[in-house]
């Protein structure tokens, strides 16, 4: 059975993800992975779910060692959630455009979380016997159903994703060998470059809270914006053959200062011949 791990810090009253999901499933499939010290007030909100006590004691680089430590304390199948994004399924809608049909993605708002959880899981459920580690697509920008559906291969994991953890060496792959920050593009350029092909679904998909960002979180980091530059550049360094930095405009303007991040895409590069 796949074991739901939503990270949370600092939002012991606000977990997005959790919306819609019944006592029965948040009991049979979620767990809440908070630090020691918060355990007990998430719990006044949120008493059906599982929790993993993450502990203390995690230094300068709390959201890499809050993710490594999930990996090293689950087991099994796992999917890996930010608190304020949701799970959906995707609805295809086939409309005109430039006078050719065009097969919009788009979320479908008759179902719920709640509804479709189990049908998501099972899906899954397949997809990670195929690869270890991937992720959700998200619907903020039109894409064509006909180069993406149901899923689409290597491609960024991010937000929601996803690992076997019985096929992976968790201290080979781990967040701690990376940037303190975009972690998540770290972990897809190490699995890739170990040979992993990584899957990006979009027959289901996931929505991020409505408003912008919460507070807690990666936000009460002092200095968001300069740590997040930095780990563009390492990854830059590090994969310059997928990662290519460019301007960052959500943190620059949330920050008030210049921010960088990566663009990466994935490919595998052809081996010339010996002779």
Same mark, same amino acid.
């Given at each position: 059975?796949?074991?739901?791990?939503?990270?949370?810090?600092?939002?012991?009253?606000?977990?997005?993800?959790?919306?819609?999901?019944? @006592?029965?499933?948040?009991?049979?499939? #979620?767990?809440?992975?908070?630090?020691?010290?918060?355990?007990?007030?998430?719990?006044?909100?949120?008493?059906?779910?599982?929790?993993?006590?993450?502990?203390?004691?995690?230094? @300068?680089?709390?959201?890499?060692?809050?993710?490594?430590?999930?990996?090293?304390?689950?087991?099994?199948?796992?999917?890996?959630?930010?608190?304020?994004?949701?799970?959906?399924?995707?609805?295809?809608?086939?409309?005109?455009?430039?006078?050719?049909?065009?097969?919009?993605?788009?979320?479908?708002?008759?179902?719920?979380?709640?509804?479709?959880?189990?049908?998501?899981?099972?899906?899954?459920?397949?997809?990670?016997?195929?690869?270890?580690?991937?992720? #959700?697509?998200?619907?903020?920008?039109?894409?064509?159903?006909?180069?993406?559906?149901?899923?689409?291969?290597?491609?960024?994991?991010?937000?929601?994703?996803?690992?076997?953890?019985?096929?992976?060496?968790?201290?080979?792959?781990?967040?701690?060998?990376?940037?303190?920050?975009?972690?998540?593009?770290?972990?897809?350029?190490?699995? #890739?470059?170990?040979?992993?092909?990584?899957?990006?679904?979009?027959?289901?998909?996931?929505?991020?809270?409505?408003?912008?960002?919460?507070?807690?979180?990666?936000?009460?980091?002092?200095?968001?914006?300069?740590?997040?530059?930095?780990?563009?550049?390492?990854?830059?360094?590090?994969?310059?053959?997928?990662?290519?930095?460019?301007?960052?405009?959500?943190?620059?303007?949330?920050?008030?200062?210049?921010?960088?991040?990566?663009?990466?895409?994935?490919?595998?590069?052809?081996?010339?011949?010996? #002779?």
């Amino acid at each position: 059975m796949i074991k739901i791990c939503i990270i949370s810090y600092k939002r012991p009253t606000d977990v997005y993800a959790l919306d819609n999901i019944s @006592p029965e499933l948040q009991k049979k499939y #979620f767990w809440l992975c908070v630090r020691d010290e918060e355990v007990e007030e998430y719990k006044k909100t949120y008493p059906h779910c599982n929790y993993l006590n993450l502990g203390t004691d995690f230094g @300068p680089r709390g959201v890499v060692e809050t993710r490594q430590r999930v990996n090293e304390m689950m087991s099994g199948k796992i999917l890996v959630l930010d608190d304020d994004i949701t799970l959906h399924k995707t609805l295809i809608d086939i409309r005109p455009y430039k006078d050719e049909p065009y097969h919009y993605m788009k979320y479908d708002n008759t179902l719920t979380t709640n509804d479709i959880l189990e049908e998501l899981l099972e899906y899954l459920d397949g997809l990670m016997e195929l690869t270890p580690h991937g992720s #959700f697509g998200h619907h903020s920008f039109p894409r064509d159903a006909r180069g993406h559906y149901p899923y689409v291969n290597n491609k960024v994991a991010l937000l929601a994703v996803w690992f076997n953890l019985d096929v992976i060496d968790t201290d080979q792959i781990s967040y701690r060998h990376g940037p303190e920050f975009i972690e998540d593009v770290y972990m897809s350029c190490r699995f #890739f470059e170990l040979g992993y092909d990584l899957i990006k679904v979009n027959k289901f998909c996931i929505r991020n809270k409505r408003g912008g960002s919460q507070d807690g979180g990666c936000n009460s980091h002092p200095n968001r914006g300069l740590a997040h530059s930095e780990s563009a550049s390492w990854l830059a360094q590090k994969y310059p053959q997928w990662c290519k930095l460019k301007r960052s405009k959500i943190y620059s303007e949330a920050t008030g200062m210049e921010v960088n991040t990566v663009n990466c895409k994935l490919y595998k590069l052809d081996t010339l011949p010996l #002779f």
